[in-house]
Structure formats: structure tokens, C-alpha cells
């Protein structure tokens, strides 16, 4: 496949199901995702800060996702949990459909963000069972991009419904979604076992993965780039209201821009980046970030008509490091993950994603409400830190993290 292997494109003959699963489940996402707190205001009339901290509250809980599969993933398969996770979002967003009920609405949450997790946790042992030789950051990249353009397809639908008006939008999108993780999880039952099963030779029990210290301080460094992906979505929104001369419209813009950058652009990074070290390319994401930083600081202290171009230099900057952050990040921890307990490692991988996404907001908020430049520059030098410590730990990772083709 000439074409394919131009573009940077895995083999996915037999393995089609996966990635229509990983689109559909993303489009619903997508749809009910942005919509799920007006939700819980508009049609089930729970009181504003009622339902943030009910999801908050919710989204604690499932911390533990990824260590209780971590206990099960290289028994049960990857596959199983994907296609349960998928079964137990569709039974939410049922509940949520036909729930008014306070408790019914949190155990609902509850249910979602557990799926959620678990889902985020096997994924990506899923996506490197299923890859041929070689082809282990294709799919990573492949995989990235199905579920970007789904996404984004599903906020589309979103803002469409939102814009009819009345409560019938948000019940559409509830059911919507239910349909969408009940079809995805049908789609992943019909992949293959030949696609997902890999036989593993025996070599021994298990590592102890908290003994393994630079697995554990690579997951500190990743979260930290994770962390400079999420202050994206999360300080872009306040920042161009609140601090600078710019249209609140172009927000919808830059974020919808950076969305289609992923959509389309992962399998080409990998294609011209899978003969250079994973290590080098998280290495140049991180140094992109520290810029990215400094330009958003900077934006303060430039003339106003200077600003929304700033903004958008700034915004393809922010996206070339995302780009090559996205798929680069999983197959590293996939190729230093040991043979023997390699589910395990990467659903523990999944909490330098999980730990970001906690501290994102009060990250920010607390930093820009001293100082808006705060935010940025602290990020800024957390960036530069995970560089540097990514480049020590490259000298005494245990497997190689030079693609092998």
C-alpha cells in the first residue's frame, strides 16, 4: 500500500470494527460531552453548583480506574474492558435519558467517568495489540485521529442542537450518545481474536511497577506535557474574555482549528518521526510548549492590533507540539512497558492523563487570578523541566525507543 505507507497509514485490514468504534464513540462523546452540565441545569433541574460538584465528586471516584484495571488487563485482555467500558457509558447515558432523580443523576456520573476511565486506561493496550509489527505508532497516531475527528463531528452536532432551543436537544443528545457506546461496543465484539490476542511466552512473574522508578518518573514527566494540553481547552476560554483585546468568537475557532490539526495530521507526524527516537520527538514537544508559554505571556505586553495574530501564531505553535505529543507519548510507554505485565503499565500510564486533568483547573485559576501572565510562564518552566528529565531518563529506560521497522 504505497499510498498508505506515504501517508503514514497502518495496515487495517481485518481491523476495521475498532476504528469505526473508536469514531462513533468519540462522535457521541462529542455531542453529549459539552452538553452534559446544561443538562443537569436545564432538563433535570439541578441547581448550577448542585451538578458541578456532583460530576466533580464523580470524576474523584474514578481515580482508581486505572489501577483496578491494572489488576486485571493482562488476565481479562484489553478488548473485554474497552467493549465493557463502552456497555456501562451506554447504560449512563440511558439512565440520564430517563433519570430526574438526584442519586439516579450521580450514579449515572459515577458510571460514566469509571467507563471513561477504564476505556482510557486499555484503549491503548487494545490499539498496540492490534498492530502489526512496526506499525505500533501508525496505530497510535490512526487511533488519535479517528477519535479527534469524531469528536469533532459530535461538537458540531452539539452546537446544532443547542441552537434549537428548549429541553428536546439535550435528550437527543443523551440518547444519542447511549446509541453511539452501545454500537461501539458491538463493532469491537466483531474484531478478530487474531487482531487483539497476542501469546506471550512465559519469562516470569510481573515486574513491581512501583519499583520500576524511571517508568514512574516518566509518567511525572508526561504529566506535566499532558497538563500543557489540557490548559489549552481550559485557560483559553478565560483568557481571551478576561485578559485580552480579542473576540470571544475566535476561541471557537482556535480550539475547532487545533482539533482539526490532530483529525488529520497524526499519521503524517509519525510517518516522518517513527525512525527518530520517541524520546527526542517528546523532547522537542516539550521545548515547543516552553514557547508556547512565553508567546501566551507575552500577549499582554504587545500592541492590540498585534494581538489575534499573536494569538494565532501562538495556537499553531501550541499545535505542532500536540501533534507530535499525541501519538509519540503512548508508544513510548508502550515500548518501554515489559512484556510480562504490559497491560498493566500502560492503564497506570493512563494517570499522568488523569492526574493533568485534575489539576488543570486549579492550576490555572489560581495562578491567573494572581497574575495573568502566571499560568503560562509556570507552564513554561514545568515544560522545560519534563525536557530535561525526559532526556536524563532516555539514558536508562530499559527497552529501545527507536522505532524498529
Known amino acids: 500500500?504505497?499510498?498508505?505507507?506515504?501517508?503514514?497509514?497502518?495496515?487495517?485490514?481485518?481491523?476495521?470494527?475498532?476504528?469505526?468504534?473508536?469514531?462513533?464513540?468519540?462522535?457521541?462523546?462529542?455531542?453529549?460531552?459539552?452538553?452534559?452540565?446544561?443538562?443537569?441545569?436545564?432538563?433535570a433541574e439541578v441547581p448550577l453548583g448542585t451538578a458541578g460538584t456532583l460530576l466533580t465528586v464523580a470524576t474523584l471516584?474514578?481515580?482508581?480506574?486505572?489501577?483496578?484495571?491494572?489488576?486485571?488487563?493482562?488476565?481479562?485482555?484489553?478488548?473485554?474492558?474497552?467493549?465493557g467500558s463502552q456497555f456501562a457509558q451506554g447504560l449512563a447515558f440511558t439512565g440520564f435519558f430517563f433519570?430526574?432523580?438526584?442519586?439516579?443523576?450521580?450514579?449515572?456520573?459515577?458510571?460514566?467517568?469509571?467507563?471513561?476511565?477504564?476505556?482510557?486506561s486499555s484503549i491503548f493496550s487494545l490499539l498496540s495489540d492490534v498492530?502489526?509489527?512496526?506499525?505500533?505508532?501508525?496505530?497510535?497516531?490512526?487511533?488519535?485521529?479517528?477519535?479527534a475527528g469524531g469528536f469533532g463531528l459530535g461538537a458540531l452536532a452539539a452546537g446544532a442542537l443547542l441552537a434549537a432551543g428548549g429541553s428536546t436537544p439535550f435528550l437527543i443528545a443523551m440518547a444519542l450518545n447511549a446509541v453511539t457506546f452501545f454500537l461501539a461496543g458491538l463493532l469491537l465484539l466483531r474484531l478478530h481474536p487474531s487482531h487483539h490476542q497476542r501469546e506471550v511466552?512465559?519469562?516470569?512473574?510481573?515486574?513491581?511497577?512501583?519499583?520500576?522508578?524511571?517508568?514512574?518518573?516518566?509518567?511525572?514527566?508526561?504529566?506535566?506535557?499532558?497538563?500543557?494540553?489540557?490548559?489549552?481547552?481550559?485557560?483559553?476560554?478565560?483568557y481571551v474574555a478576561d485578559a485580552l483585546p480579542a473576540p470571544e468568537w475566535l476561541v471557537g475557532v482556535l480550539l475547532a482549528a487545533v482539533s482539526v490539526v490532530l483529525a488529520t495530521g497524526q499519521t503524517l507526524v509519525v510517518r516522518h518521526?517513527?525512525?527518530?527516537?520517541?524520546?527526542?520527538?517528546?523532547?522537542?514537544?516539550?521545548?515547543?510548549?516552553?514557547?508556547?508559554?512565553?508567546?501566551?505571556?507575552?500577549?499582554?505586553h504587545i500592541p492590540t492590533?498585534?494581538?489575534?495574530?499573536?494569538?494565532?501564531?501562538?495556537?499553531?505553535v501550541f499545535a505542532f507540539a500536540d501533534v507530535l505529543h499525541a501519538a509519540t507519548s503512548n508508544a513510548l510507554a508502550a515500548a518501554v512497558a515489559p512484556v510480562v505485565g504490559h497491560g498493566k503499565y500502560l492503564s497506570y500510564w493512563q494517570y499522568s492523563f488523569t492526574f493533568a486533568s485534575v489539576l488543570a483547573p486549579a492550576f490555572f485559576a489560581q495562578l491567573f487570578e494572581a497574575r495573568h501572565?502566571?499560568?503560562?510562564?509556570?507552564?513554561?518552566?514545568?515544560?522545560?523541566?519534563?525536557?530535561?528529565?525526559?532526556?536524563?531518563?532516555?539514558?536508562?529506560?530499559?527497552?529501545?525507543?527507536?522505532?524498529?521497522?
Not at 8 to 34: K, V, W, Y
Not at 131 to 147: I, V
Open 1 to 43: 500500500m504505497p499510498t498508505a505507507t506515504s501517508l503514514g497509514l497502518p495496515n487495517i485490514r481485518g481491523r476495521f470494527p475498532l476504528l469505526a468504534g473508536l469514531a462513533i464513540d468519540s462522535f457521541g462523546g462529542g455531542c453529549a460531552g459539552p452538553l452534559l452540565l446544561l443538562y443537569f441545569v436545564r432538563v
Open 131 to 147: 498492530a502489526d509489527e512496526g506499525d505500533r505508532d501508525r496505530w497510535f497516531g490512526l487511533g488519535g485521529m479517528m477519535q
Open 201 to 238: 511466552q512465559d519469562t516470569g512473574p510481573a515486574p513491581l511497577l512501583r519499583k520500576d522508578k524511571p517508568f514512574l518518573i516518566l509518567i511525572g514527566a508526561n504529566t506535566v506535557l499532558a497538563l500543557c494540553t489540557m490548559l489549552f481547552g481550559v485557560g483559553l476560554p478565560v
Open 99 to 120: 433519570g430526574r432523580s438526584l442519586w439516579l443523576l450521580f450514579l449515572c456520573a459515577l458510571l460514566t467517568t469509571f467507563g471513561q476511565r477504564v476505556f482510557w
Open 61 to 83: 471516584f474514578s481515580i482508581a480506574a486505572p489501577a483496578a484495571v491494572g489488576v486485571v488487563i493482562d488476565r481479562l485482555g484489553p478488548r473485554a474492558l474497552v467493549v
Open 373 to 405: 501572565e502566571f499560568p503560562w510562564l509556570a507552564l513554561s518552566a514545568l515544560a522545560l523541566l519534563a525536557t530535561v528529565t525526559i532526556l536524563t531518563l532516555d539514558r536508562t529506560l530499559p527497552h529501545a525507543t527507536t522505532q524498529r521497522r
Open 305 to 316: 492590533a498585534l494581538v489575534v495574530p499573536g494569538l494565532i501564531l501562538a495556537t499553531m
Open 273 to 300: 518521526t517513527e525512525r527518530r527516537r520517541r524520546t527526542n520527538v517528546l523532547i522537542v514537544a516539550g521545548l515547543t510548549w516552553a514557547v508556547w508559554g512565553v508567546l501566551m505571556a507575552s500577549l499582554l
